[in-house]
């Protein structure tokens, strides 16, 4: 008999390897305590965390957490169903009513996680004879959602216009198309071109949906996202977004304009099988999007610690994914894996948190420590994370650019 695990052998043998030379394992931390949107105690020690999606810094927002805390002591700990059966309460309604207050929609559709909504909206959308065009550096859930449904996928090169309307051109011209965009790229914190992308889509008739995880809360006057900055909300006819990120808890949406939409809460498998949000969750959601609404300080602080981190951190010769700042995640290239994990470690031992990020989440093979900031974060913190890049490149023996 076959032992099915072994066909895992080669990635037990590479993180042994790893390991072996003495580093910390990048993806087995604990959160001892967290003190803040942007401290915890971790391996003991006071550690500045500049890894997480906290963008907005809203998990610690004293009206996020006694909505949920009064959610919790009315409806309690969780709704033991799904939406289409027992599991819609008054909260979740009041969460969809806050989106489409936030986005200005006249639909919104919560799921569990965003990558439900992704799953669900790829494989639901697009049916056989149909196309998905996505572009190759899509998130993992874009993927998965398309593998789980039936049509056609094209991929087109990443933030390439030119690619994307040549490979749409090649298509049936009365297929049903579906173009997936996201507004910012979360490995290496680019933004997509959506104006002119946006645009070739819409010559071709194709229907676009766009990624606003890591935008919302950020771009725009009213923190809607990239297309909201680019000015194409007329011509995007959905867009997916989490609460995982600057919303700070969990779950995900779609909000649409789309007279039909509605019948996705039928027909979406990921909406309808699945547990539905605890009433908690749904309320801190809540508080936390209208706030978001106004955040207009928090926006502009976000933007200024991400500038100089990112020309902080270039000033002193590391190599950086983007040439300007284009977003809240700051991701510096490491030469490969081993020195990668040694960087990762010197900087969890002189108390910063990154996310270590490598194939398969990465494009091209590349090995990053990604840094995304908070607009909580204070400048002294945002020097002393540069002056900790400084001295652990030493530790580790990263070669810095002069
Ligand atoms: N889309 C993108 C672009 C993401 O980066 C993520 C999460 N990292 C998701 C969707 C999924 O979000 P969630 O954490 O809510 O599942």
Same mark, same amino acid.
């Given at each position: ?16 390897? +790893? ?9 087995? +931390? ?54 289409? +059966? ?14 489409? &207050? ?31 065009? +996505? ?10 959602? =398309? ?7 094209? !991929? ?54 766009? &990624? ?52 996705? !809460? ?23 999007? !209208? ?82 900031? =908070? ?28």
């Amino acid at each position: 008999m076959g032992d099915l695990f072994d066909k895992f052998d080669p990635i037990i043998a590479e993180k042994a390897a +790893l390991l072996a030379t003495g580093v910390n394992d990048p993806f087995n +931390l604990v959160m001892e305590k967290v003190h803040s949107p942007t401290e915890a105690t971790v391996n003991g020690r006071e550690t500045i965390l500049v890894g997480t999606y906290n963008y907005m810094g809203m998990t610690f927002d004293p009206d996020v957490i006694a909505a949920g805390k009064e959610a919790l002591d009315q409806y309690g700990a969780g709704t033991t169903g799904s939406r289409v +059966l027992n599991g819609t309460y008054q909260g979740h309604r009041e969460v969809e009513e806050a989106l489409k &207050d936030f986005y200005g929609t006249s639909h919104a559709m919560v799921f569990s996680t965003g990558y439900q909504a992704n799953l669900g909206l790829m494989a639901t959308m697009a049916a056989r004879g149909e196309y998905i065009i +996505l572009d190759a550096d899509s998130h993992a859930s874009i993927y998965d959602g =398309c593998a789980m449904g039936n049509a056609d996928i094209v !991929r087109f090169r990443h933030n390439s216009v030119e690619d994307l309307d040549k490979r749409l051109g090649r298509l049936p011209a009365e297929a049903g198309k579906l173009v997936v965009l996201e507004g910012v790229y979360s490995m290496l914190g680019d933004i997509a071109p959506l104006k002119e992308m946006v645009a070739v889509a819409k010559k071709y008739g194709a229907m676009v949906v766009v &990624d606003e995880a890591h935008g919302m809360g950020f771009f725009g006057p009213n923190g809607r996202g990239v297309y909201e900055a680019a000015g194409v909300e007329a011509d995007v006819d959905f867009v997916v977004g989490t609460f995982s990120k600057s919303v700070g808890t969990v779950g995900g949406f779609v909000v649409s304009n789309h007279p039909k939409f509605e019948v996705l !809460r039928l027909v979406c498998r990921p909406y309808v099988f699945t547990a539905s949000l605890p009433p908690s969750v749904v309320a801190t959601a809540a508080t936390s999007i !209208r706030k978001l609404k106004h955040a207009h300080n928090k926006r502009q602080h976000l933007w200024e610690n991400s500038r100089k981190l990112h020309s902080g951190l270039k000033a002193k010769g590391f190599k950086i994914a983007t040439e300007t700042a284009e977003s809240a995640i700051i991701a510096v290239l490491m030469p490969g894996q081993e020195a990668c994990a040694r960087m990762w470690s010197a900087l969890i031992e002189l108390g910063v948190y990154v996310n270590m990020a490598r194939p398969p989440a990465t494009p091209a093979g590349m090995f990053l420590l990604r840094c995304s900031l =908070c607009a909580e974060h204070r400048a002294e913190q945002v020097d002393i994370i540069i002056d900790r890049f400084v001295q652990a490149a030493e530790i580790a023996g990263i070669p810095l650019n002069d």
